[in-house]
C-alpha cells in the first residue's frame, strides 16, 4: 500500500468512517479536505459505484452517457466524423473538427489526438472501425449505446458541449463517473450528482439477480472517498419521480 502524505492524513482524519454521509454533508467534507489538501489545481469531484454485476457477462455490462445539468466544468473539443448534408449540421451544432476520410487518416498516420469527444454518422462507421486500436484504449471510440453514433449529429453535439458524460462499469464491477469540479456550487454538485444516481439506477441489467448497488463513494481526485448514504438517496430519487 502506498504510504499516505501528511496532508492527505490530516484530511481523513475529517470523515467519520462509519458513518453514511448525505450527498450535502459529504460534498461540505470535501470541500473541507481541499482546504487541508490545498491543491494547486481545480480537482475533479467523482462517484464511484460499486455494482453487483459480473462484466464478463453481456447482459451485465452497464454502459451509458448522462448530460450532468451543471457540466463538468472544462469546454470539450468535439469531432464529427461525417459526410454530405451533415457536415454543415455538425459545424452549425458547434462542432470543432468535422470531416471524413481526411481526419480518419490523420488519427492514423499523424497519431492526431486533440479531441475530448469523437461523434460518427453511421455510414461512417465501416471506415472509422480501422480507429478501433487507437480510440478504444482511450474511451473515445464512437458508440451507439451511449449516443456517439448517430444520424442527429445536432443533438449529439450540443450534448457533448453541455456536459455529456460517458461511463463503463470495469472488470472489477466498479463504475467512475465524474460530477465535476472541487471549485463547483455544493447545490451543482448535488444535482450533478443526483442525474448519475438516477441514470445509473436506470441501467440495471433485467436479468440481475440481487443487489445491483452495492455501495456508493465520493471523492476528488486526490481526496480520501466519503461513503454515501445510498439507500436514502435512492428513495430521494423514488420520490421526486412518483
Known amino acids: 500500500m502506498a504510504k499516505r502524505g501528511k496532508k492527505y492524513l490530516e484530511a481523513l482524519k475529517l470523515v467519520n468512517k ?11 467534507v470535501l470541500k473541507k479536505m481541499e482546504e487541508v489538501m490545498q491543491r494547486k489545481f481545480d480537482e475533479t469531484v467523482e462517484l464511484i459505484f460499486r455494482l453487483g454485476v459480473d462484466p464478463k457477462y453481456a447482459d451485465q455490462m452497464v454502459r451509458g452517457s448522462v448530460v450532468l445539468p451543471h457540466g463538468l466544468g472544462k469546454e470539450l473539443k468535439v469531432l464529427v466524423i461525417t459526410q454530405g448534408e451533415k457536415v454543415k449540421e455538425a459545424e452549425e451544432a458547434g462542432a470543432d473538427y468535422v470531416g471524413g476520410e481526411e481526419l480518419i ?18 455510414d461512417m462507421m465501416p471506415k472509422v472501425a480501422k480507429l478501433g486500436r487507437i480510440l478504444g ?13 448517430t444520424q442527429d449529429v445536432k443533438k449529439a453535439v450540443t450534448e457533448a458541449k453541455k456536459g455529456r458524460v460517458e461511463f463503463k462499469v470495469d472488470k472489477t464491477g466498479n463504475l467512475h ?3 465535476g469540479k472541487i471549485s463547483f456550487d455544493k447545490q451543482k454538485l448535488v444535482e ?4 448519475v444516481i438516477d441514470t445509473v439506477q436506470k441501467l440495471r441489467p433485467s436479468g440481475l439477480k440481487g443487489q445491483y448497488m452495492k455501495n456508493l463513494v465520493i471523492k476528488t481526485t486526490m481526496s480520501p472517498s466519503v461513503k454515501l448514504d445510498l439507500n436514502s ?3 430521494t ?4 419521480a412518483a
Open 177 to 179: 463517473v465524474p460530477i
Open 18 to 28: 462509519d458513518k453514511l454521509y448525505s450527498l450535502e454533508e459529504a460534498i461540505d
Open 192 to 195: 450533478n450528482a443526483l442525474e
Open 233 to 235: 438517496i435512492l428513495k
Open 237 to 240: 430519487l423514488e420520490a421526486k
Open 105 to 122: 487518416n490523420k488519427i492514423l498516420n499523424e497519431n492526431w489526438l486533440d479531441f475530448d469527444v469523437v461523434i460518427a454518422t453511421p
Open 137 to 149: 484504449p482511450r474511451g473515445l471510440m464512437p458508440n451507439p449505446k451511449v449516443g456517439t453514433v
